[in-house]
């Protein structure tokens, strides 16, 4: 069974949670707090599903970036001699 036939049956089970939940309403009531929150919790499990499906729609991302080769060679120490020591301050200069 692929990603979509699995989401299409839960999509098919939250339709029959909806169904339920309308003839529970309508025999108990949709005044109270408890039948609110279970609506509100298939509401928010159909917005969740909603996402699952865009997800799964979406081509997949590559799962391991490209290697970048970084050279054993020592750096240019001219790079560094504009900079303050990171933490020391200047050189010039004594920590308070």
């Known amino acids: 069974m692929s990603v979509h036939d699995d989401i299409t049956a839960v999509q098919r ?4 949670l909806q169904r339920s939940l309308g003839r529970l309403e309508h025999g108990i009531g949709g005044g109270g ?18 996402l699952l499906r ?3 729609a979406a081509p997949a991302a590559p799962g391991r970036p490209d290697l970048v080769t970084i050279s054993d060679a020592p750096y240019d120490i001219t790079l560094w001699t504009d900079s303050d020591d990171e933490g020391l301050g200047a050189r010039d200069r004594r920590a308070p």
Do not use: F, P
């Open 13 to 16: 089970c939250l339709d029959d």
């Open 33 to 50: 707090l408890e039948i609110r929150r279970v609506r509100l919790d298939a509401d928010h499990l159909r917005e969740s599903v909603a």
């Open 54 to 56: 865009e997800a799964a």
